[in-house]
């Protein structure tokens, strides 16, 4: 049998993935679509809630998940506020931007000062 941590690491994933496919899920409809209105908003959140529903939640404690689970939860509360799709649009890419840039940051660092490094070889 498996472990109780191999368990836990398991429904971790996978509620890691599905709010991933949740993000992606809306962001390309918001990004994609024509002619929006606040009812297919709300209709395309009843589906992708659908598939998040079936995964159980888990705690998430690093930072930019929590981020993310943060962000679906505000994409949830819109669905039943009296916003105008621009400004819920306008809101969620911006909030969706900034996740992204915060882990694209992590992952490519600039080294500054280059042309100093070898000053001391002269």
Do not use: C, P
């Amino acid at each position: 049998m498996a472990s109780q941590k191999a368990v836990e690491n398991s429904n971790r994933l996978r509620y890691i993935r599905a709010l991933e496919r949740f993000h992606k899920s809306i962001i390309s409809y918001l990004s994609n679509t024509q002619e929006l209105t606040n009812a297919k908003y709300d209709k395309k959140i009843d589906n992708a809630l659908k598939l998040l529903n079936r995964v159980e939640e888990v705690i998430i404690y690093k930072g930019e998940l929590k981020d993310l689970q943060n962000l679906v939860k505000k994409m949830i509360g819109y669905k039943e506020s009296d916003n105008d799709i621009k400004e819920i649009k306008s809101d969620i890419l911006y909030l969706s931007n900034q996740l992204d840039k915060s882990k694209n940051a992590r992952r490519y660092k600039k080294d500054k000062h280059t042309k100093h490094k070898f000053n001391d070889w002269e």
